[in-house]
């Protein structure tokens, strides 16, 4: 028994042509939106690809890019497709290619959720990304002598300046690293010395962070050196006031601004995916109604459209049957490439 059959007379099937043909063209939009959003994502994930350790947070901007394309070609096609389908004449060329389009349709909608997924689940990923590369851009952050790392020191303050953050997890973790390039430390000064050689890896380490880490909003001006030395500064107490620096370390914003841009796009996608879907069963009704016409000479004649011709299970039974088969045609095939070179031997 056919699932979800409907009656359709001729003025149903042109409806339902033209009905389709708008949202055909409606759908090349959302595959150019979907297409712009992927190529706004990678610009962002570029723009900070410094403190970002592999390419794998591509993967979603990457993805989106090519579910845009596809969606703008299959639609267009889609939409060709109802145009052509109000002329018989013009239908005939498409009759025996629309089943496969369908199936491509279907496997299309399922890449098309995936990617949508993808957008919310990938977070995991994404924080052990910026976890490592923001801590290996803090510890080349000094290096503005040297090629291929000159630009780090840059990198890193326009980046606590734009977020409001300080260090990877906290402003503590610029207490752990050199970040004061040797170049501008006086070795002569018994201080440098004294602290040099108290570091078990010779660095020069200080309970400061770099100017970048200063929060405008505070009434007191930046203290960005001794931090931990109440005696250094005026009416100061590192434990119970407020510092007047960001608190927020850099992995935690950056995370927060990436999975609310990700999710937004994942809300998209899941609507264009709904639009997809419901696309795909107007052709699937729109095929099926004129594959049924009985007397195609008589156009005004009633017809019936499905979403299955059979139940979900004997629907599922035969694809799997179908499938059986083709694995056992497959095998036939390498059995007698195997067997033709020994009869030929003997």
């Not at 279907?106 to 995936?114: K, S």
């Not at 660095?203 to 001794?226: A, H, K, T």
Request: with cysteine.
């Amino acid at each position: 028994m056919a699932l979800l059959k409907v009656k359709f007379d001729q003025k149903k099937r042109v409806k339902l042509a033209q009905g389709l043909w708008l949202m055909n063209w409606l759908s090349v939009l959302a595959g150019i939106i979907l297409f712009s959003l992927g190529l706004f994502l990678k610009i962002e994930l570029r723009k900070r690809s410094e403190v970002m350790n592999n390419s794998e947070s591509h993967f979603i901007p990457n993805s989106l890019i090519g579910v845009g394309v596809l969606s703008f070609f299959f639609n267009s096609l889609a939409g060709k497709i109802c145009y052509d389908a109000l002329d018989p004449a013009k239908y005939t060329k498409w009759k025996p290619r629309l089943k496969l389009y369908l199936a491509i349709c279907v496997l299309f909608n399922t890449v098309l959720l995936l990617v949508a997924l993808c957008c919310f689940l990938l977070r995991g990923s994404l924080e052990s990304t910026l976890a490592y590369g923001l801590k290996n851009g803090m510890k080349y952050y000094r290096d503005t002598d040297t090629p291929g790392r000159c630009f780090m020191k840059k990198t890193i303050d326009m980046l606590q300046i734009e977020f409001k953050c300080c260090g990877n997890n906290g402003f503590r973790d610029w207490f752990e690293i050199q970040w004061i390039s040797n170049r501008y430390l006086d070795f002569s000064s018994k201080e440098v010395k004294d602290r040099i050689k108290s570091n078990v890896d010779g660095q020069y380490l200080v309970d400061g962070v770099p100017f970048s880490c200063c929060n405008p909003n505070s009434p007191r001006p930046c203290i960005q050196y001794q931090l931990t030395n109440n005696s250094a500064h005026y009416s100061y107490d590192h434990q119970t006031e407020e510092l007047n620096l960001w608190l927020w370390g850099c992995r935690a914003a950056l995370l927060s601004y990436y999975s609310s841009l990700m999710n937004s796009i994942g809300v998209v996608t899941l609507l264009v995916w709904l639009f997809e879907v419901t696309i795909t069963a107007g052709l699937r009704y729109l095929h099926t109604a004129l594959e049924s016409v009985s007397n195609p000479e008589d156009p005004e004649c009633e017809s019936e459209g499905w979403l299955l011709e059979k139940s979900v299970p004997e629907t599922w039974k035969a694809f799997l049957e179908s499938f059986k088969k083709l694995g056992k045609s497959n095998q036939v095939e390498a059995e007698g490439a195997d067997t033709g070179p020994a009869l030929e031997a003997g």
